[in-house]
T-cell receptor, first 109, second 113 residues
Framework: QQPVQSPQAVILREGEDAVINCSSS?????VHWYRQKHGEAPVFLMI?????EQKGHEKISASFNEKKQQSSLYLTASQLSYSGTYFC??????????FGRGTSLIVHP | DAGVIQSPRHEVTEMGQEVTLRCKPI?????LFWYRQTMMRGLELLIY????????DSGMPEDRFSAKMPNASFSTLKIQPSEPRDSAVYFC???????????FGQGTRLTVV
């Protein structure tokens, strides 16, 4: 079953912050975040494993709460290059992710 | 390394025809995935291979779809017969191990008319 992402779309100005949420109805062992620019392949951002960890990647970080079966992606001081569609993938014991429908992020100058 | 290589990049075919999509994973990667992307469903996992063996094909839509991985450097996804609803972008991805980032190819845009 696909995880649910919210919001479906976000429009920002450069320098603003954004949060993308991902929730699942199933028990999770890992959460995978990818970004896809228009017409390109998805590109890996990070994996978070069971244990409630947080990770950071420049100004993009994420948290994973396996008890709530949720993950959030935080984009701080957004840049034009952050524009794209963000996918979360949630996985059970196989660690093979099932992806949500994505959140479209548009950053304007 | 050249990354994951998919061919063709674009395919237009008539309904009822057989379509074969090809993928060359990154050398040394032992996990390979086929995904289908549409506006309606997003990114769906079709099948997953580990060490050339199909592990999970529960995402394959129906018997018209089949996938093979005859060796570590090549995989195919075949649709026979194709239907207009199969129109989508098909991605192949590989990973050095199961719990790791997946590297995606550039995709094959399939249009069935």
């Amino acid at each position: 079953q696909q995880p649910v992402q919210s919001p479906q779309a976000v429009i920002l100005r450069e320098g603003e912050d954004a949060v993308i949420n991902c929730s699942s109805s199933k028990a999770l062992y890992s959460v995978h975040w990818y970004r896809q620019k228009h017409g390109e392949a998805p590109v890996f951002l990070m994996i978070l494993l069971k244990g409630g960890e947080q990770k950071g990647h420049e100004k993009i970080s994420a948290s994973f709460n396996e008890k709530k079966q949720q993950s959030s992606l935080y984009l701080t001081a957004s840049q034009l290059s952050y524009s794209g569609t963000y996918f979360c993938g949630t996985a059970g014991g196989s660690y093979i992710p099932t992806f949500g429908r994505g959140t479209s992020l548009i950053v304007h100058p | 390394d050249a990354g994951v290589i998919q061919s063709p990049r674009h395919e237009v075919t008539e309904m009822g025809q057989e379509v074969t999509l090809r993928c060359k994973p990154i050398s040394g990667h032992n996990s390979l995935f086929w995904y289908r992307q549409t506006m309606m469903r997003g990114l769906e996992l079709l099948i997953y291979f580990n060490n050339n063996v199909p592990i999970d094909d529960s995402g394959m839509p129906e018997d018209r779809f089949s996938a093979k991985m005859p060796n570590a450097s090549f995989s195919t996804l075949k649709i026979q017969p194709s239907e207009p609803r199969d129109s989508a972008v098909y991605f192949c991805a590989s990973s050095p191990r199961q719990v790791n980032e997946a590297f995606f190819g550039q995709g094959t845009r399939l249009t069935v008319v």
